[in-house]
C-alpha cells in the first residue's frame, strides 16, 4: 500500500509561482509512474502532468505546456510540481497519484494509489 502527501498549495497572484510536492511512503517509489491531477470548483478531475518512473518521459496537458514542469526524486520518493505563469484558471485541489501501469497515465483510471489533494488559489 503506497502513502502519498502532498504540499506546497497556497494562495498566490497571477503569474506568481509555486512548487508542490510529494512523498511517498510504503512501497518502492522508483517502480511507480507518478502523476499530478487537479479538480476546479464545479468540475471533474483533470489530467496535469506525469512522469514514468525513472523520469525519462513525461506527459502533460496542453494547456500548462511551457508552464508547469514535473520531476522526480527517486532517491527521496518524493515527485514535484513546478508550476510558474499561474493563472486564474489554475485554481483547484491538487492531487498527486501513483501507478504501475504500461499504458499511457493520462486518465484517473490507470492510477491506484492518491494523494489527499492540495489547495491552489490563483488571485487575479
Known amino acids: 500500500q503506497v502513502q502519498l502527501v502532498e504540499s506546497g498549495g497556497g494562495l498566490v497572484q497571477a503569474g506568481g509561482s509555486l512548487r508542490l510536492s510529494c512523498v511517498a511512503s510504503g512501497g518502492t517509489f522508483s517502480s511507480y509512474t507518478m502523476g499530478w491531477f487537479r479538480r476546479a470548483p464545479g468540475k471533474e478531475r483533470e489530467f496535469v502532468e506525469a512522469?514514468?518512473?525513472?523520469?525519462?518521459?513525461?506527459y502533460y496537458k496542453n494547456s500548462v505546456k511551457g508552464r508547469f514542469t514535473i520531476s522526480r526524486d527517486n532517491a527521496k520518493n518524493t515527485v514535484y510540481l513546478q508550476m510558474n505563469g499561474l493563472k486564474p484558471e489554475d485554481t483547484a485541489v491538487y492531487y498527486c497519484a501513483a501507478t504501475q501501469t504500461t499504458a499511457t497515465p493520462v486518465t484517473e483510471e490507470r492510477y491506484d494509489y492518491w494523494g489527499q489533494g492540495t489547495q491552489v488559489t490563483v488571485s487575479s
Open positions: 512522469i514514468s518512473s525513472k523520469g525519462g518521459t513525461t
